[in-house]
Structures are given as C-alpha cells and as structure tokens.
C-alpha cells in the first residue's frame, strides 16, 4: 500500500510538470497569434490543460493527506517546503483561467478578425502569465525536494528561507514579464525571429543545463575519499546536544577496548578463511569462501560465561577479512570491523579475537571487509552460546543458517540451509522437544513456515521472550541478520519447516517420527507472527516516558543518485549516502531513543553494533508483550519503529542497514563515543572496506 502510494506521487508529479510545461509555452506564444480563431482554439486546449493540472494538484492534496496517516516523518518537507509555494500557485492559476473565459467569450462572432493591441496586452500581461510560471517552479522544485535532495537541515527556517527566494524569483519574472508586455504593446508584435526560436528552445534549455549540472556536480561530489577515519567524522554530528563536546576529553582508542587479555582461554577456536570447491546438496558446486573449508563455517557452541578465543588466519583471500560477531555485544576492539576496529587481515595475517560470552542465545558471525562479497560467498557461521543449565537437556537443537547462494552462470540465487538447497528429512522421535535456531544469512528478510504443530517462539535475536505461548499457523517474518528460536513437541505426525525471501523458496526439513515420503503442505494464507505483542510483559530498565539523553531521528529512503561517481537508485539515511550520513554522538551511560521511518521501496533491517535495542513501538502503538529486544529490526517500507538502547559498551559502531548490497551503497553510519578515536582508516586507497 505505501509503495503504491509512493509511486503514485511521483507519477501524479511527474505529470503535473508536464502539464505545467506544456501550459506555460502555450501561454506565452498567444500573444503572437494572428487571427481570433486561431487564438480562441488555443485559449480552449490551453485552459482544458490547466484544469487537468489543477486536478493533479488536487490528487497530491489527496496523497499528502493519505500519507500524513503514516505518520508526520512521511510528509513533513511536503508541508514545510514543497505546498507553500506549490497551492498558492496553484490556486493562482484561476486568474488566467478566468480571463482565458473572457477573452473566449469575448471573441466568439468575430472570428475572422485579427487579434487587437489590447488582448495582445492581456495575454503578455503578467497576471496572465506568471502563476503558471509560478506553479511550474514550485512543482518541480517540489519534486526535488521529495525523490532528491535538499542540501540543508529541514527546520522551518531554511523553509522561510526557501518561500522567500521563490517570493523573490516571482517578483523578477514579474518585472521581466511587464516590461516585455509593454514592448508587446508597441507598434511591432511579431518577435524577431532569433527571439522566437530561443524563446522555443528554452524549455529545454534550461531543464537540460540544471540537469546536466546537477548530473556532473553530484557525480563528481560523490567520489568517495582515498582515506576517512571514523573517529574524527564528529563533524557529522546530527544533534545539537552534542555540540558542547569538549576537545580536551581525555581520549581513548578502539585498540584499548580489548576483551580479557591475560586470562586463559575456557574455549579456544582456529578459524582458516580459504577458497575451496564446495558442493550443494543438489550436487551443484561452485568456489565458495570459507572458514576451515567449508561454508556457512563452523558452528561455534560455548557456555555463557567461557572465555572464548578465536584466532582467524587467512590464507588466500586477497582481498583480506575479519570477522564481526553479529548481535554480540563484546567489546569494541574484538567487534571485527575493518578499518574502525581493526586492520583487515591479509592473506597470511592472523588476528586473535578474545571475548567473554556473556549474553546467551542464537549469534552469527561473519567477515567484516567488503561484507556484502564475502558474506555471500560464505565467510560466516553460527555462534550459539548456551545457559550454564539447559532446561531440558534431551531437546533437539537444530541451527538453521538459512542463506542464498551464488552460483557460478547464475544470475538468479540458490537459497539453502547452509548447503542443503534441496529437502531435508531428519527422524525425531516423538515428544522430542526441538529447539530450531533459525538464523537469516540472506539479505532480504524471510518468510519462515512451520507447518504440523504449534510452536514457541521462546527468542528474539538470542533474547528470551517471557511466558510465549504457542503459535499455530503464523509466518515469522525475520530480518537480514535476524534469529528467531522456537520450540516444538515432536507430534506423531511429519513437520515441515521452510522458508521464503526475494531469492526464492527454500525446500527445507521435513521432521518425522520415522521414514516416510508425506511432506505437510505449505500453508500459503498464514498471518505473520508480531513480536510487537507476544509474551508476558515485564519491567524494562527503560521504556516510552523514559528520560532521553539523546534522541536521533533516521529517515530511510531511496532517490536517484551517485555513489563513488556511478548512477544508482540509492538507499539513504537522512537524505544521504555514507560518509555524509549522520554519525550518532553519544557519551557512555546515555539514554538514546532512535525514531526509524522508512519512507523508502524497500526493507532495511537496521543492524547496531555492540548493543541490543529495545523496541518501544512500532507505527505509533506501544510494544506491549515480553520485551522485544533486538539488533536487526527489519524496518518495511512505510513503518515507523522506536528503540532505544543505553550507552554501555564505549567505542565506534557500525549502524547499518544489513541488506548488505544496500550498506555496500553507502547505507551504513556510526555511533560513536564521545572522546574515542580509531588508528585505523577505510577508503579507497586503503585495505579496509567494511562494507
Ligand atoms: Cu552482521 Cu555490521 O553486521
Ligand atoms: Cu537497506
């Protein structure tokens, strides 16, 4: 419905222009009409186009107020910018409408006669001529404002500023225009001939050299830097709270915020980044990259409380790799970001991550240099940290890294569960609790289907939810980068789990009690499951009436625009791709609340680094059931999500939209602790792309 409603906008104003264009050289060639015939036909199409455009105007009037329903981030430079130059243009456009019917009435028995000096005079006159002028600037600037950009700060004082400049651009063609209508009025009517053709062209003219301008120019601005360094972007800050940053802070870098240093290790892992053949169930195969050979990697299963050590070695991966623990939250240095926490490792390098596992649940992990590549060709696994107790120790504990390959001659992917893209039997037997570990490897969100018993869900990105119930016959929807757990009794009866994205249809697992060729139908009419209102309520250190410390406001969308000189439909942060997208400043034991409003085509699913938010609410309703603790939250097209989390682990984040191809666009930004800095640098001319 949204996207629908976004497509129709940018049609409805796409057309308006037109007309407006169209209308406005009409207008202005009347006046060099010969005969009253001529001119009264011409006055009839030119006032049947302006009606068609006043109701394009009226149709935007109807959109912005649908939209307004979404909430006020959905239209707020619509009002602030874009209709106060735009209605009272548009409604000025009834004066030449007006007199348009004057003349026709006017003319309508003498036809044969030519046109005199005093409607020459009308229709050059300003009136006459300049709200149609008026309503063209102000469509077009309208829709720049919305589907581009606008280079400023949207408050109501850059919106005065922008009234004031349009109020002045009118008063000037006001003046042109009479000064020109005057001229008209002399002796000779016909424009030269020159004057005419340039008079023709300038239509195009001039929409070509503004767009061509503006072609080159972001081009050019869009070249991203050789060097940048994380830690000294607070220039970028978005919030004015912020600005009394003191310089002289102490400062700290992201190299001191190490895990245990000196303390043995409870769990040691290698993991060996290599290229090798790897062969899908269906017996397609292809070179993927992978960690100890194979890929998804190995899983990595600890206690809560251990003391893990990993020591990544690469051998062959030129272009270098890290590895980022995704939803653990350890600390900054061991967060395997390249080029904000650490170097990438280059083929031969080794780097030793050292962290205690201190949240239990359903993790990933994967490489953090040119992610978006690397993840696809297989650098992750799963990272489950168990409770020290396990409540039912004979459950079967089943991890799904459901993800889409690439196969080599293929343009379109291969999901699978790690490397099984055909179906899946497993034998349990009945009243077997199973605990299914579904983990999104892919970057579009997916589907999820268990169909044949009810279900938990008992957590949420590793989170335990409080009292879940069972589920029958719902569709879990889990973001890029998200986890689900849930919890079934084995039935007598076969179970089927699958999955469903952008990529395709997984086949997935069919459980039974024993061998058997039955596979439980997909139910393809399944509502999908809300986390915003499943499980018992309980007390959350902080929650909607808290007391903010900071507060940013993320708008996602997508427009047309460059990114490192090429053309792309981009997916922006507040208007802007990285490394001009805001950079969340905070300081350690903040309250921040995060608004995200997705105006945009597509989901993004919102990936923070280092923290678990809480989701306040969603569309404007309070969350109301077990608390909904996330770090991927999967923001769809048209939605308005609260979060808030504290600033309780220092260091540079990454803040990212984990549709990797999208981050690779630059739909990635940072939060950042006031007074730490980074030795490390991406950029260009560095071995560090963690995107
Ligand atoms: Cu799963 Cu920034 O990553
Ligand atoms: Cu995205």
Known sequence: ????????????FAILIVLWVIVANRLSRLPFLSTKKELKISLKRSAILCGLAQAMVVAELVILVVTGTYGWGFIEEKVLLTMPLFLPS????????????????????????????????????????????????????????SYFVYPFELNIWNAVLIWMVFALILVALWFRQQRYSAELSQTHYKLPASTRFVRRILPIVIPAILIGGWYILSMK???LPDHMNMGSMHHHEMNM????????DKEISVTALTGPQTEKADRYFELVAEKKQVTLSSGKTMEAWTFNGSAPGPELRVKQGEIVEVVLKNK????????????????????????????SVPPEGTHVYRFQAKQAGTYWYHSHQQSAKQVIKGLFGSLVVEPQEMAQPQTKDITVLSHAWQLPNDDSFTPAYGLQDTLDRQTIPSGTPVRLRLINAQNYPQTFQLSGAPFKVIAI????????????????FIAGGGRYDILFTMPKTPVRLSSQSDAGATPGIVFSETETNAIPAINDKNPVFDPSRYGEKQQTPFGLNSKFDRTFKIVLDSRLGFYDGKLYALYTINRHVFPDTPMLTVKEGDLVKTTFINRGWDHHPMHLHGHTMLVLSRNGKPTTGSPWWTDSLDVAPGEVYEVAFKADNPGIWMDHCHNLWHAELGMTMHLSYEGITTPFQTGKKTANQPE
């Open 90 to 145: 548009a409604v000025s456009t009834l004066v030449p409408l007006a007199i348009l019917r004057k003349i026709v009435r006017q003319t309508s028995d003498e036809l044969q006669t030519s046109v005199d000096e005093t409607e020459r005079k009308l229709l050059a006159s300003p009136p006459f001529i300049l709200p149609v002028q008026a309503a063209l600037i102000s469509s077009v600037a309208g829709c720049y404002f």
């Open 461 to 476: 990105d590793g989170n335990d939810i409080q009292s879940p119930a069972p589920v029958d016959n719902q569709n879990l």
């Open 316 to 343: 062959d991966i030129e272009d270098g790799v890290t590895i980022h623990w995704h939803g653990y939250n350890v600390p900054n240095a061991e967060d395997g970001v390249a080029g904000v926490t650490q170097d």
């Open 241 to 248: 709270q912020t600005m009394n940053h003191s310089m002289n």
């Open 1 to 12: 419905m949204f996207k629908l409603l976004y497509l129709i906008d940018f049609i409805v």
């Open 221 to 223: 601005a869009s070249v």
